[in-house]
């Protein structure tokens, strides 16, 4: 259900400025997008995969959704877009709301303020992997490039078991080794997709310019992509317009959330049809990252751009090298926004991996994320001028806080072996340099010799294995953000910060009351410190820590009600329901 407000927003640039609203059932609905295995999966309104959105720059969008799991708590986050003054909007359950629990109503309402390529998603413990996840357009009325017709493509990986089980398999002891789930590694994907799908058929009409949002809504490895035939030109990234970059003919590499925004000149001549190849990026799975080779894994998906019906579709491309373009050091942001300088606090994060109790998890300058028992923007809300204090968003969230219009560079480390795409809520950021594979997991602090006058903005940098990368943005966008690995099983395990910007210039913001309703019926506090303390905010000491063992395990995603345990985020004990976990547990139990 859609639509389209006629109420006109007083604003004299954005003549047609409008609101647009949608009312969404979130469902359980059965597909098959690899043709090999039917399966529940999260969609809206009884579709899958989920709408697309598409709104004008100065819009107001609303969405309402209501949750019809029955068995699993919910909610939505808008990747890339930033929440100006909005930040109860952001979506992520722990730190922006709480988990939408089934039968609850939720209302996500804000302006569009930025342009290009976004998407949106469940940030609910883990659940997008199981559908819950789209694209979102916004449009630019200045847009600087002509084109003639305009498509989305969406890319990611694929599983045949559900996000609860395969987090429990994660985030347990259990001695499991069955194909693609391993103990103590991310569960492998078992398939590729292309817009939820596979073998897709994209008619295209000869001597046409196509922009293609491209958008990667995978769980956990990257995928590079190729367009047969049919060089293409950068004109965005991650929401930032760029100068027009001519790439020819390059392998296009996405990390899971990032977005690029293509041009592509089809062909005068109807007399053929084009192969478009994606592949998982095997780089992050299997040796060297402790993982056995799968026999006959097949992380690869073909499309076609097809002139003619009548043709034959070409047969799949085989690749015996990879080389990846580097936007980093290539791509000008269109506003030409200079180079943030100079900087007033410098922020290293060093991620690495670790075992607590025997469970698989990663740490960010040693502190392994655990949500606490009030969401961190409501302990923000709730304790005054205590705000400003990071003891009362409890150790385990890991929280920086930051003043009011700081120039702020984050330092990111990679001290694991593997890569991961770090994003950052709230900002698209400079990004100054990203380094190679193996050039050092802790920055030396020098500068590459080559850093732009004005560099590429983006909101998810893959960063390398044992290496680093450097950022800048200024702190001018207060609420509590959070700063994270987008894979999925990494956000579970702890591979997550909370950046706290600017909370005594939250000033008036309240929460509204359906948010707060959700938070009663799931059962969690709203109100006061990490722990839930609404009377002493510097008294945190039943804030959730790594020294609690019930903080990791059983940890079921975002199953309702909660597990017993899993309950960081609900002091309420609670019974299991359903013969599959019931079974579980029985045998992890031992
Ligand atoms: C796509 O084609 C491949 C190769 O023929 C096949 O194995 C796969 O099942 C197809 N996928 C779907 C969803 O039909
Ligand atoms: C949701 O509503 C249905 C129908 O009234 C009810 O059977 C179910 O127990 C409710 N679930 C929760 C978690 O409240
Ligand atoms: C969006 O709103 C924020 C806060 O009002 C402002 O700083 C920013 O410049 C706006 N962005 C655009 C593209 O209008
Ligand atoms: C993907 O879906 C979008 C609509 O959401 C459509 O415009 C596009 O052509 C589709 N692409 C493929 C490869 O199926
Ligand atoms: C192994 O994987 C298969 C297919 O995904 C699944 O049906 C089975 O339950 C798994 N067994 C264990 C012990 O994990
Ligand atoms: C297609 O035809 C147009 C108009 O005649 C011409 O400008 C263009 O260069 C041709 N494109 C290609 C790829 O040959
Ligand atoms: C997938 O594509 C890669 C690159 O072309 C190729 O090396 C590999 O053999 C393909 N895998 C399968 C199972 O076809
Ligand atoms: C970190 O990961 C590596 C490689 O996957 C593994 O060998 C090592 O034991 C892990 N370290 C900890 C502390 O878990
Ligand atoms: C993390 O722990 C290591 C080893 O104990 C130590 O060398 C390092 O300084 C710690 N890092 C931070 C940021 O505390
Ligand atoms: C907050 O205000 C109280 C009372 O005015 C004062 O005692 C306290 O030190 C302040 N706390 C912070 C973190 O500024
Ligand atoms: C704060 O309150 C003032 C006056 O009631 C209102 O004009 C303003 O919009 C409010 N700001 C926010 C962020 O709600
Ligand atoms: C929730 O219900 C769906 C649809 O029936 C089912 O596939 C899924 O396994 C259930 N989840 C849990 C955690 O029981
Ligand atoms: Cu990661």
Known sequence: MFSLGLLLLGCSQLAFAKVVKYDWSIDWVNRNPDGAFPRPVIGINGEWPCPQIDVDLGDHLIVTIYNNLGNESTGLHWHGLNQYGHATMDGSAGTAQCPVPPNSSFTYSFPINQTGSYWYHSHTQGQYPDGL??????????????????????????????????????????????????????????????????????????????????????????????????????????????????????????????????????????????????????????????????????????????????????????????????????????????????????????????????????????????????????????????????????????????????????????????????????????????????????WDGVYDKNVSATPVRRDTVMLNKNSSSVWRFRADNPGVWLFHCHIEYHITSGLVATIVEAPDYLGNLTIPKDHIAACKHYGMSYEGNAGANTRNPLDVSLQVTAANASAFSPNYGATFPPPIGAGSSTSKKRSLRGPAIKDRLVRLGN
């Open 133 to 442: 996840r789209g694209p979102l357009i916004v449009h630019d009325p200045n847009f600087p490039y002509h084109f003639d017709e305009e498509m989305t493509m969406t890319f990611s990986d694929w599983y045949h078991e559900e996000m609860p089980t395969l987090l429990n398999y994660y985030q347990s002891t259990a001695d499991v080794n069955n194909n693609s789930i391993q103990s103590g590694q991310a569960p492998i994907p078992v398939a590729g997709l292309i817009n939820d799908s596979q073998n897709n058929t994209i008619k295209v009409l000869p001597g046409k310019t196509y922009l293609i949002h491209m958008i990667d809504m995978a769980n956990f490895p990257g995928v590079a992509v190729y367009f047969d035939g049919h060089p293409f030109t950068a004109v965005g990234v991650d929401g930032t317009t760029v100068e027009k970059y001519y790439l020819g003919s390059e392998i296009l590499r996405l990390a899971p959330a990032q977005r690029w925004d293509i041009l592509i000149t089809t062909k005068n001549d109807t007399s053929k049809n084009f192969v478009i190849f994606a592949t998982l990026d095997v780089n992050m799975l299997f040796p060297p990252h402790g993982i056995p080779t799968i026999e006959g894994w097949n992380g690869n998906t073909t499309a076609w751009l097809v002139y003619d019906e009548e043709k034959p579709l070409p047969p799949q491309l085989t690749f015996y090298e990879f080389e990846f373009f580097d936007e980093v050091n290539n791509l000008i942001p269109y506003d030409r926004m200079p180079l943030l300088e100079p900087v007033d606090r410098r922020i290293e994060m060093t991620l690495n991996n670790a075992t607590f109790d025997g469970i698989t998890r990663f740490t960010i300058n040693n502190i392994t994320y655990l949500p606490q028992k009030v969401p961190s923007l409501y302990t923000a809300l709730s304790v005054g001028n205590y705000s400003t204090d990071p003891v009362v968003y409890g150790v385990n969230s890991n929280p920086f806080v930051l003043k009011y219009g700081e120039i702020i560079e984050i330092v990111v480390n990679n001290q694991h072996e593997n890569l991961h795409p770090m994003h950052l809520h709230g900002h698209q950021y400079q990004v100054l340099q990203r380094g190679y594979p193996d050039t050092g997991g802790i």
